[in-house]
């Protein structure tokens, strides 16, 4: 079991690289604070919910070539069709994903990349790790997204003049995308943890299990904590449900800042 290895911790997280993690944690969260959030704040307040929805849509149905590929790989046809079912039906009836009719359909939303299928097939994760401007990852993963994933995408495959930019403008709004739907539960976590970088460390190893066994995610109380009625450490009552669900739920990262991924204990196999 990771908790008993060399570089673990109270909440059982393999780390060994934790003093160089928070200095590169530190130096991402500076990032977010000078940059990201105030993007995504003033995003936030510039444009309508509707018109963020819409982009949020549409950022999530270009990933879905992704999805179907690893829904595929990892021989889960049922959601390999719902990921069909999204592609074909937003596409068309909902305009480039901008409008959501799949889900009316019963297609569900869901999200796969090729870590996801390395873990299915029994390919350890490898330790917890902060990389400068991506956040955190597991090596499995990083191998995943960068020498794998972006090969199951047809956009891909399209040449033409400015794709390069496209492709940057396209990761830009993706991180403001997603950092503006977390900004209240982002800073709800920070306001209320002890330590910052532990509890996203652990909120998104939560995260990252939840989605490797395609299991709900659930958020226990951190080991120490006081019970729901209690005290928390600002002084404030802890919360049965606490609101930083809100932003492990969501997806939320900000590569600037959040850790996106690291195993709690040896991964889960997909049921």
């Known amino acids: 079991m990771l908790g008993g290895c060399a570089g673990s911790n109270p909440d059982g997280i393999y780390d060994p690289f934790e003093p160089v993690n928070r200095e590169v944690f530190d130096f991402n969260h500076s990032l977010d604070r000078n940059a990201a959030l105030p993007a995504a704040t003033y995003y936030k307040h510039a444009l ?7 982009v949020h849509n549409f950022l999530s149905n270009m990933s879905l070539p992704v999805t179907f590929a690893n829904d595929v790989l990892q021989g889960e046809i049922t959601r390999a069709g719902y990921a069909v079912c999204r592609l074909g ?14 889900s009316d359909l019963g297609c569900i939303a869901h999200d796969e990349d090729f870590g996801q299928t390395l873990a299915v097939y029994g390919v350890p ?13 597991l090596p499995r993963d990083v191998a995943g997204k960068f020498a ?16 390069y930019f496209v492709s940057i403008g396209q990761n830009v709004l993706k991180v403001v995308d997603q950092r503006s739907r977390a900004v ?17 460390r652990r909120l998104y190893v939560l995260r990252r299990n939840s989605a490797v066994s395609n299991d709900p995610l659930t958020v226990p109380p951190p ?6 009625g209690d005290a928390a450490p600002d002084g404030t009552t802890a919360s049965a449900e606490p609101p930083v669900v809100a932003a492990v739920a969501a997806g939320a990262s900000a590569p600037a800042a959040t850790p996106l991924a690291a195993p709690l204990a040896p991964d889960a196999a997909k049921k």
Not at 89 to 102: E, F, R
Not at 125 to 137: E, I, T
């Open 48 to 54: 309508p919910d509707g018109m963020r929805t819409g």
């Open 89 to 102: 039906v937003n596409t068309t009836i909902g305009i480039l994903g901008i409008m959501d009719p799949a």
């Open 223 to 228: 080991p120490g904590a006081p019970p729901p």
């Open 184 to 200: 209240s539960a982002l800073h709800e976590v920070e306001r209320t943890s002890i330590d910052y970088y532990a509890a996203m």
């Open 125 to 137: 994760g490898g330790p917890y790790m902060v990389l400068p401007l991506l956040g955190a990852s």
């Open 148 to 163: 794998v994933d972006h090969y199951f995408n047809p956009l891909g495959y399209v040449s033409y003049r400015g794709k």
